[in-house]
Nanobody, 129 residues
Framework: QVQLVESGGGLVQAGDSLRLSCTAT?????????MAWFLHAPGQERELVAA????????HYADSVTGRVTISRDNAQNTVALQMNSLRDEETDIYYC?????????????????????WGQGNQVTVSS
């Protein structure tokens, strides 16, 4: 059983920074899960923003955010964070934290929602221009 709770969303101005956090409650070990952040625009599929491997050594970013976004995790605290800088108004979306168990495909190779993925409740980020 995995529960993910996101925090840190809100209203910011274009060009500002924002940090999203996700705290996981797991029945096993948090480091058994690769973690990722997706965004969900209305009427579209969820889109991978960034992913981080179980130990944190490997990361992956969508082309649109490379250089502006950093994903990190703290396995001792069961948390994953997404630091977003130079936000753009088109990045107004709901952001979801996701967990994929060991043995599942790496997010970068399969950047879509899979049936066994775990999801948080979503966190609204609004960027005003």
């Amino acid at each position: 059983q995995v529960q993910l709770v996101e925090s840190g969303g809100g209203l910011v101005q274009a060009g500002d920074s924002l940090r999203l956090s996700c705290t996981a409650t797991v029945g096993t070990t948090f480091s058994n899960y690769a973690m990722a952040w997706f965004l969900h625009a209305p009427g579209q599929e969820r889109e991978l923003v960034a992913a981080i491997s179980r130990g944190g050594q490997n990361t992956h970013y969508a082309d649109s955010v490379t250089g502006r976004v950093t994903i990190s995790r703290d396995n001792a605290q069961n948390t994953v964070a997404l630091q977003m800088n130079s936000l753009r108004d088109e990045e107004t979306d709901i952001y979801y934290c996701s967990a994929r168990a060991y043995g599942g495909r790496w997010y970068a190779l399969t950047p879509v929602m899979l049936p066994d993925d775990h999801w948080g409740q979503g966190n609204q980020v609004t960027v005003s221009s």
